[in-house]
């Protein structure tokens, strides 16, 4: 890939993070608020205080990146950093699937399970420029969600964890 077009990809990928501060920030919010239906407080909070840490740290790298000049911008370093913190973003979004892990609530699986097809639809806008960003962000999502369903033991679950798997490989 040559460079220039690898610089507008990452850009590409750098104006969607800072376009949507908002929105992602105020998801998160709702999650850790729905998810108090069947967790602890403590962990919804906990989980929602790494979401917005995360966050931090990727935005934090975006600025930074549309405010280097792009003769002194280093592809290989930049990507590397923005592979970093989307790979910690991912992992702790993938941490929703453990809030409540013990939970029986029917609904609690259903919700989870929608909140992944959520993400990865807004994951999937705003990576798909970058795919090993897209991957890194995606993947530990996806495989917490099929984790959670799988371990409930019933084929209703097992269903679900495939529709994941599917949802993932579709998007």
């Not at 929602?48 to 840490?53: E, P, Y």
Request: charged share 15%.
């Amino acid at each position: 890939v040559k460079p220039e077009f690898e610089h507008e990809m990452m850009l590409m990928f750098v104006r969607n993070e800072l376009s949507a501060v908002a929105t992602i920030q105020l998801l998160a919010v709702i999650f850790s608020l729905a998810s108090m239906f069947w967790a602890t407080k403590t962990e919804a909070i906990l989980w929602l205080a790494l979401v917005i840490g995360a966050k931090v740290i990727l935005l934090e790298l975006c600025r930074r990146y549309v405010a280097t000049p792009r003769s002194e911008i280093n592809l290989k370093v930049w990507r590397r950093r923005l592979l970093l913190a989307e790979t910690i973003n991912g992992v702790v979004w993938a941490g929703f699937a453990l809030v409540g892990l013990g939970a029986t609530d029917p609904s609690s699986h259903v919700f989870i399970f929608a909140s992944l097809i959520v993400v990865l639809a807004i994951r999937m806008t705003f990576a798909s420029t970058v795919l090993p960003i897209l991957y890194v962000g995606t993947i530990p999502m996806t495989v917490a969600v099929v984790f959670r369903l799988l371990l409930l033991g019933h084929p209703f679950y097992w269903a679900m964890a495939s529709m994941a798997l599917g949802v993932h490989v579709y998007f």
